[in-house]
């Protein structure tokens, strides 16, 4: 059975040492305040290509073989997964073909393009993108590197947590955006192999709670594809792999609405001056709408709680309409 | 004469050590590739408060005697200093008294109440905010802080300049905001006295720009008040000290518009995921503008270029405005 140890993780971190940025842990008095709690945000928004997903890109591509590489690499993704790909792809001196919705706006092609990547689109109501990632793959010969649901991308995605830990020392919770389980099963892994008392609890949109039912039911469920301003947590169903892992790993999943998460982003701009995706900011989010109660400590100190603030690739013209 | 030594620095970084914050230095690789420079950002809108104003407030404070604390402080601001002061004052355990026009917005009043001090409002057509600090010092017997004209705020502001050197290593120039001229003085005396060789470049304001023609005239020049939306950088004339000491050490100052300015402010929302306030962005304005000309090396690699981002204080409202 495919698993993901800390050790993995660890090996990841060694990877991409030097390659992404280890991003600052941002305080804030006034959130500690609001809380309670002794709150470290950890800032993927400052990330390479604006977000955690450079990591496992990087992590996962960085371990194919030199005749892979001389190959290449295909994903689908429309969102943060694709820009991390095209460029680990570049760094690592391969090329990369991205399958991405015919309606995917012009920018984010650009962004991808950018990078060197090739895009193919597809009808998002009549094609599946799987199918077409596993057909090009096939065809060209291409490594496939899926949005989230393969060990050393899961891996990679767990380094920013090692990095929080060891800057921020023992923590009694980790809080942890869930789209396709990816980052938090990664994160979990890290987490908890290095403090196993710690509480990794996972935030999702109201309307994409695919993951929170999941766990309920104990088996992946599907769900309509949600509406959400969150575009990065809106997976219909926890992946295969991930699923596999956070059912053993993560202890709560708490659900926030849409005006949570522009509260949160209002948040961000006003005290934190930092820019996030709604995706990015649903930690943070959790914890101002008071959705999420910080655990109590048997000494009665304030609770130390991680956020993830996992990205922040909105654009100023969305960002506006936000926080107006 | 009065002036500021690399020492005084020095000895101000180890008075806020473990209470300002240390402010993460940025890379971007998309200003890199437009600027053809290695550019290394200051983050200082990360700082407490919002600002590097934080640093030389409480370098300033923290230097008084106990008999003067227990008297408390008086400064005059409507800006960030009115915040630093405020907060400064409460984390030494005195009380601060702020001189603000009766036109200040409501927020920027509470957000000084806030932290404890008194807020005592003028009229800006008719009152003359040095005098009523002045007079409020001598009848209670009050420290008076000024926002920039002071040693000790001189040497506060020069620890970013420290830490940005540390981190970043050799520099070949360093661009610094510059409204009464404080910061570029704390900068520029820490920049040359620990890397004498190093380029020091002041940005104002177009509309604001009495210290560039302060040094062409090598005198102080007083121009109208500036309209400009870096309203951090309207001042309309440079301090007595902070002139004195920059009219040695700042090789250059460039001018930039409103325009650069916005164009600067989308630039970091979209590509560095920070909130700055107009004023803070300048340094960046300059670069993206091609009104700073990156020097060249004379092994031809690309020059290596600290900005300081001094601010985000912006809020959410008055951030989306400028975006759209």
Redo the contacts between chains.
Sequence with gaps: MVTVSLRDVMDAAARIEGIA?RT?V??S?TLDALTGARVVLKAE??Q?I?AFKFRGAYNAISLLSPAQLARGIVTYSSGNHAQAVALAARELGSSAVIVMPEDTPVSKMDAVRGYGAEVITYDRYTGNREEIGLALAAERGLALIPPYDHPHVIAGQGTATLELLDEAGELDALVVPVGGGGLIAGSATAAKGVQPGIRVIGVEPEAGDDTKRSLEAGERIRIPVPRTIADGQAAPIPGELTFSINKHLVDDVILVTDDHLRDAL?F???R?????EPSGASGLAALLSGRLTPPTRPDATPPRIGVILSG?NI???R???L??
Excluded at 272 to 276: F, S
Aim: aromatic share 0%; charged share 20%; proline share 4%.
């Design positions: 940025h600052p941002i305080r008095r928004n400052l390479r604006g209002k961000a701009v006003d934190l001056k930092l820019v996030l922040g654009g100023a013209a960002l506006a309409q926080l107006t």
